[in-house]
Nanobody, 119 residues
Framework: QVQLVESGGGLVQTGGSLRLSCAAS????????MGWYRQAPGKQRELVAT????????NYADSVKGRFTISRDGAKDTVYLQMNSLKPEDTAVYYC????????????WGQGTQVTVSS
């Protein structure tokens, strides 16, 4: 069983920065990817960023490229999302996830952390 604990959300003005953290408890060495989704009110959940656990390859939604950076500390089983140049449209609940690409696939989710960007 894997548990994910997120931190770092909050209220920030347009153009500001926040760093989200997601710490995994339980072994994730056999998992394949970690990352972040977000969900704004009335909208579908959106994939924001992914990092491949073996190798470190990253992928971003077009809406955050050049502004957000995902990274991972393997020793701490923690993934980070550095968010710069924040915009009001970045306002959402951000959810951390870890996924194993098995059949069936396993995905564990964090509880979510609110990010609010004021204009």
């Amino acid at each position: 069983q894997v548990q994910l604990v997120e931190s770092g959300g909050g209220l920030v003005q347009t153009g500001g920065s926040l760093r989200l953290s997601c710490a995994a408890s339980g072994s994730i060495f056999s998992f394949n990817a970690m990352g972040w989704y977000r969900q704004a009110p009335g909208k579908q959940r959106e994939l924001v960023a992914t990092i491949i656990i073996g190798g470190g390859r990253t992928n971003y939604a077009d809406s955050v490229k050049g502004r957000f950076t995902i990274s991972r500390d393997g020793a701490k089983d923690t993934v980070y999302l550095q968010m710069n140049s924040l915009k009001p449209e970045d306002t959402a609940v951000y959810y951390c996830y870890v996924q194993k690409w098995s059949i069936p696939a396993y995905t564990y989710w964090g509880q979510g952390t609110q990010v609010t960007v004021s204009s």
